[in-house]
Nanobody, 128 residues
Framework: QVQLVESGGGLVQVGGSLRLTCADS????????VGWFRQALGNERKFVVA????????DYADSVKGRFSISRDNAKNTVYLQMNSPKPEDTAVYFC?????????????????????WGQGTQVTVSS
């Protein structure tokens, strides 16, 4: 069983930085692809970034490339989302999610339907 808990959200100014954490209390976290999604008020949830099990491969949404970075520490059952140079449009509730490996699937992990487990989200507000 995977239980995801996000933390690190809050208020950040434009040009600042913030690091979100997604932690799992289970024993199989390293077997899952982990993604971050976000949902702004009144909008649908959208993909942000995903990282493969070994941390060597990632997928990024165009809107965050060059500003956000994802990493994972499997020994700590944790994935990090480093948000640099945030913009007001990055304001949203951020969710982490875990997807099982699919050996026959070679696409990106940007679709919500690929993910089985979800955290409850953490609010990020970027002020100008």
């Amino acid at each position: 069983q995977v239980q995801l808990v996000e933390s690190g959200g809050g208020l950040v100014q434009v040009g600042g930085s913030l690091r979100l954490t997604c932690a799992d209390s289970g024993r199989t976290f390293s077997n899952y692809i982990v993604g971050w999604f976000r949902q702004a008020l009144g909008n649908e949830r959208k993909f942000v970034v995903a990282i493969r099990t070994n941390g060597a491969s990632t997928d990024y949404a165009d809107s965050v490339k060059g500003r956000f970075s994802i990493s994972r520490d499997n020994a700590k059952n944790t994935v990090y989302l480093q948000m640099n140079s945030p913009k007001p449009e990055d304001t949203a509730v951020y969710f982490c999610a875990a997807a099982p490996r699919r050996p026959l699937y070679s696409g990106t992990y940007s679709r919500e339907s690929l993910y089985t487990y979800w955290g409850q989200g953490t609010q990020v507000t970027v002020s100008s």
